[in-house]
């Protein structure tokens, strides 16, 4: 079992950008590889980015490629996403999701560990 804390979320302005954490404890957090997510109101839950367990391989929906940075601290159990340039549909709920999988997956059911997300509002 994994517990995943999200913060960072907020309100910013389009074009601007902000910096999600997510924080891990219960498990060793080297051993999972993880996923950003998000929903928007309406919509259903997407995939964003995800990372392997090493960090060295790295994942996006093409939406956010150039735009967003996933990355992770194995030593502070933590996995990051960095959102540059940001657009009015980027407005959703964010999760960080972990799985055990070996292999990253863009699949939101191959993710077992949930966090509970965090707002993040892009204003025009």
């Known amino acids: 079992q994994v517990q995943l804390v999200e913060s960072g979320g907020g309100l910013v302005q389009a074009g601007g950008s902000l910096r999600l954490s997510c924080a891990a404890s219960?498990?060793?957090?080297?051993?999972?590889?993880m996923g950003w997510f998000r929903q928007a109101p309406g919509k259903e839950r997407e995939f964003v980015a995800t990372?392997?367990?090493?960090?060295?391989?790295?994942d996006y929906t093409e939406s956010v490629k150039g735009r967003f940075t996933i990355s992770r601290d194995n030593a502070k159990n933590t996995v990051y996403l960095q959102m540059n340039t940001l657009k009015p549909e980027d407005t959703a709920v964010y999760y960080c999701?972990?799985?055990?999988?070996?292999?990253?997956?863009?699949?939101?059911?191959?993710?077992?560990?949930w966090g509970q997300g965090t707002q993040v509002t892009v204003s025009p």
């Open positions: 219960g498990r060793t957090f080297s051993n999972y590889v």
């Open positions: 990372i392997s367990r090493s960090g060295g391989n790295t």
């Open positions: 999701a972990a799985t055990g999988l070996i292999i990253h997956s863009r699949r939101s059911d191959r993710y077992p560990y």
